[in-house]
Nanobody, 113 residues
Framework: QVQLVESGGGLVQAGGSLRLSCVAS??????MGWYRQVPGKQRELVAT???????NYADSVKSRFIISRDNAKNTVYLQMNSLKPEDTGVYYC?????????WGEGTLVTVSS
């Protein structure tokens, strides 16, 4: 199992920005991404990226969030802009390599009105 170290969560006002980071200890050639969850709802995809840079976004964040990665550091980033209160939730880093599916502990993002 790989180790995932997340950072960047916190409090921000609506319209502001945050950047989340996740460092993985496993192989570089992986799919990494971010998912979020609020109480009473299923965990949902936010964005993912492959080691070659292909990306996938949830419709709700396509125009506001940017996912990127630095393979030399084995790190994935989520730049979140124009944040809305509905973006509030626990954000989880995800790492997939072959049959391995690893989750971070989660970092809380709170957006106030």
């Amino acid at each position: 199992q790989v180790q995932l170290v997340e950072s960047g969560g916190g409090l921000v006002q609506a319209g502001g920005s945050l950047r989340l980071s996740c460092v993985a200890s496993g192989p570089i050639f992986s799919i990494m991404g971010w998912y979020r969850q609020v109480p009473g709802k299923q965990r949902e995809l936010v964005a993912t990226t492959t080691s070659l840079g292909s990306t996938n976004y949830a419709d709700s964040v396509k125009s506001r969030f940017i996912i990127s990665r630095d393979n030399a550091k084995n790190t994935v980033y989520l730049q979140m802009n124009s944040l809305k209160p509905e973006d509030t939730g626990v954000y989880y880093c995800n790492y997939r390599y072959g049959l391995l599916n690893q989750w971070g502990e989660g970092t809380l993002v709170t957006v106030s009105s």
